[in-house]
């Protein structure tokens, strides 16, 4: 059995946070939308320098799953934006979560998922929600499986593509 370890991240990290997020997100959603929206979306929205200045950004908190010493997945959560749907409870955003194409099924999203769930929890949150594309069937069932329902949608741009994500809660 694999066993998965979770660390945060930090700046030093940077770079293959950048790296990671590219390379899962291309291969979450490529096949599913036109390499014109693609190119678009990682060439103006998900650069290489973004992604790496979002590692530094007051409110974000990166984790890396690693499969011994090979990076297979990362999340991002995220402080800040408190949804009126909380009725002014607190909460904190899951803004990503992702495992590597061959690491898919091997428990990383569950050590990832199980992780944020335990920053959440000690920072004392109400709620921990996240934004899933609505066409993203694999994820949503993951979610579900994790307790999250829906509460809310908004849309979300590709390229030129204006797409739908729903947006999931769980109580904490």
């Known amino acids: 059995m694999t066993t998965i370890t979770i660390c945060r991240a930090g700046i030093s990290d940077a770079a293959l946070i950048a790296d990671l997020s590219r390379e899962t997100f291309y291969d979450t959603f490529a096949a599913a939308n036109t390499p014109q929206n ?13 992604l790496m200045a979002e590692v530094g950004e007051s ?3 990166f984790l890396l799953a690693y499969d011994g010493d090979v990076p297979v997945g990362y999340a991002r959560m995220r402080e800040g934006e408190q949804r009126p749907e909380f009725n002014g409870h607190s909460a904190i955003e899951i803004a ?3 495992a590597t194409k061959n690491a898919i099924g091997k428990g990383v999203g569950k050590a990832l998922m199980s992780e944020c769930v ?8 109400n709620f921990v929600w996240l934004g ?3 066409k993203n069937y694999r994820a949503i069932e993951f979610y579900t499986r ?15 593509d204006i797409q739908t994500d729903w947006l999931l809660k769980k109580a904490i």
């Open 59 to 61: 409110g974000n908190l």
């Open 146 to 160: 994790w307790g999250f329902e829906k509460f809310a949608e908004h849309e979300f741009v590709l390229g030129d």
């Open 96 to 98: 990503r979560i992702y």
């Open 132 to 134: 899933v594309w609505e």
């Open 38 to 50: 693609m190119t678009k979306f990682m060439n103006e929205q998900f650069t290489k320098e973004k």
């Open 118 to 125: 335990r920053i959440a929890e000690n920072k004392g949150r």
